[in-house]
């Protein structure tokens, strides 16, 4: 098994930035690849990012060249950069762990940009 706790989120101005945090604890070892989901309030969830555990990395379209994603092995943890915010940004963000078949998911942390 594999625990996720999110945290970073927040209310921010257009234009602004956040950094989204994911600490990953338990069976950490058998991860193949971390990522970011959002889901929208009325809207299915989507995906934002990706990191592979060799440090390759994938974006979603809408946030490509705005978002980062990175990883701190030592910390066993996953960040997600957020910058030039937008409205349509404003969605909860949850982390994604996947091992083999299995994927697993932290609770979400709200992001709202405001106008």
């Known amino acids: 098994q594999v625990q996720l706790v999110e945290s970073g989120g927040g209310l921010v101005q257009a234009g602004g930035s956040l950094r989204l945090s994911c600490a990953a604890s338990?069976?950490?070892?058998?991860?193949?690849?971390m990522g970011w989901y959002r889901q929208a309030h009325g809207k299915q969830r989507e995906f934002v990012a990706v990191?592979?555990?060799?440090?390759?990395?994938n974006y979603a379209d809408s946030v490509n060249g705005r978002f980062t994603i990175s990883r701190d092995n030592a910390k066993n943890t996953v960040y997600l950069q957020m910058n030039s915010l937008k409205p349509e940004d404003t969605a909860v963000y949850y982390c994604?762990?996947?091992?083999?078949?299995?994927?697993?998911w932290g609770q979400g942390t709200q992001v709202t940009v405001s106008s």
């Open positions: 994604n762990a996947a091992s083999g078949t299995k994927r697993f």
């Open positions: 990191i592979t555990s060799g440090g390759s990395t």
């Open positions: 338990g069976s950490i070892f058998s991860i193949d690849h």
